[in-house]
């Protein structure tokens, strides 16, 4: 964990080659600023039918842990959004869930 997921819009995908700079970009953020285990971080990318709302979504799901703080989490988004708006030129909707280890059920 972290499990993340990027949904976007036919007219708002980015290429292959931009998406590998993008997930390369957000794995080190996720390294630096969550302390992610890189061989934890799982990045999705769909393009999606948007019946309402932004055209690009952003959503992370993540471990709970004492180091993630509030504050910390708050960095994660904020460079999130930087990352987002400067690679896709977009304002995205961000989301980062927090789960407690007691209600994850995982296999590998």
């Known amino acids: 964990m972290p499990s993340i997921t990027l949904y976007t819009s036919a007219?708002?995908?980015?290429?292959h080659d931009a998406f590998a700079e993008f997930s390369a970009s957000l794995t080190h953020i996720a390294m630096k600023v969550l302390k992610a285990k890189?061989?934890?971080?799982?990045?999705?990318?769909?393009?999606?039918?948007?019946?309402?709302?932004?055209?690009?979504?952003?959503?992370?799901?993540?471990?709970q842990e004492t180091f993630r703080t509030?504050?910390?989490?708050?960095?994660?988004?904020?460079?999130v959004d930087?990352?987002?708006?400067e690679k896709m030129g977009v304002v995205a909707r961000i989301?980062?869930?927090?789960?407690?280890?007691n209600n994850i059920?995982?296999?590998n």
């Open 82 to 85: 930087e990352l987002i708006r």
């Open 95 to 101: 989301r980062c869930f927090s789960y407690d280890v």
């Open 38 to 63: 890189e061989n934890n971080i799982h990045i999705s990318y769909l393009t999606a039918e948007i019946g309402f709302g932004t055209p690009v979504y952003f959503e992370a799901k993540l471990r």
């Open 11 to 15: 007219a708002h995908r980015i290429n």
């Open 105 to 107: 059920c995982v296999k």
């Open 70 to 79: 509030a504050p910390v989490l708050e960095e994660f988004l904020h460079q």
